[in-house]
């Protein structure tokens, strides 16, 4: 594991780069022709907070990162509870709950990116994230443990939970275009995992608290674990908090505007490294050499 870790260290050192070859967008290409640039990280932060919108992105981040690090962090005790106790078992169990983090970052957000349904995406995502925490934690005493239940709540969760951060940190910077996208995405990463460390203490507490429910019911009869209860609390909040977002998305409405105006005047946009020329002509269309 080391050995691997180090490699792609330097795997990735040798060709990080400091810029894209092209801009990613057309807001981007403004910018850069502009000559626009971008404030001190702690004024961007400022100007950040101040701006309508950002928070609601910034709780639906922090919701899923720490529910992701919480499972993340008691894995082997989630999975005992469902029946699961070998520990190569668990440890694919493991290997699967980040995978699916990954896969449904780009199936989800790969259509999110295409339709720009930040909100409605968000919300359906944080719903099935609560329903698919409660096998993680409810254990129903006429059924009882079922490791096949466990395992696919655990992947459906890392499907549904984990998108919503890479969804929210575009979101973010679309809300506070031109702010620096930078300064985002390490506003959105500290508050994170910060708030997500401050929770596990919290979570390792609710976890060796189980509530029975309905113990006098045979046929219903079960409990859950205060960890459980927890991460639900936080979803069932920030779904709420959430669900007010009404702010404009700047950086669509400049990208539509930019291809509007592109088309309209037959802009010819020449991008070499990490210049940029504009040109005007009558018969090019737009991005024909981008």
Do not use: W
């Not at 040798?14 to 850069?32: A, D, H, Y």
């Amino acid at each position: 594991i080391t050995l691997a870790c180090i490699v792609t260290t330097v795997g990735t050192f040798l060709q990080f780069e400091e810029k894209p070859p092209t801009p990613p967008s057309s807001s981007e290409i403004e910018k850069l022709i502009k000559g626009e640039k971008e404030p001190p990280f702690f004024e961007s932060v400022k100007k950040l907070f101040a701006t309508p919108g950002f928070l609601k992105p910034l709780s639906a981040f922090i919701m899923s990162i720490s529910i992701t690090n919480i499972v993340g962090a008691f894995i082997d005790e989630v999975m005992e509870r469902g029946g699961v106790t070998e520990q190569l078992s668990i440890d694919l169990a493991g290997a699967g709950f980040e995978f699916a983090i990954l896969l449904g970052g780009i199936i989800i957000g790969g259509y999110v990116d295409e339709t720009k349904r930040y909100k409605a995406v968000t919300q359906y995502c944080i719903i099935a994230s609560m329903f698919l925490l409660l096998p993680l934690g409810l254990t129903d005493h006429a059924i009882g443990q079922e490791p096949a239940l466990m395992i696919l709540a655990l992947l459906g969760l890392g499907m549904t939970a984990g998108p919503i951060q890479p969804i929210n940190a575009e979101l973010a910077v679309d809300v506070t275009y031109p702010s620096d996208e930078t300064a985002v995405e390490s506003v959105q990463q500290i508050g994170g995992n910060l708030v997500s460390a401050l929770l596990v203490p919290l979570a390792e507490i609710g976890a060796r608290q189980d509530y029975q429910l309905l113990p006098d019911n045979p046929s219903l009869a079960s409990d859950i674990r205060g960890d459980v209860i927890l991460m639900v609390s936080i979803a069932v909040i920030t779904y709420f908090y959430f669900s007010s977002f009404d702010a404009p998305l700047r950086r669509s409405e400049a990208d539509g505007k930019g291809n509007d105006e592109d088309l309209s005047n037959g802009v010819t946009v020449d991008v070499i490294d990490i210049s940029v020329t504009a040109t005007k002509t009558e018969k090019e269309p737009v991005g024909s050499q981008l």
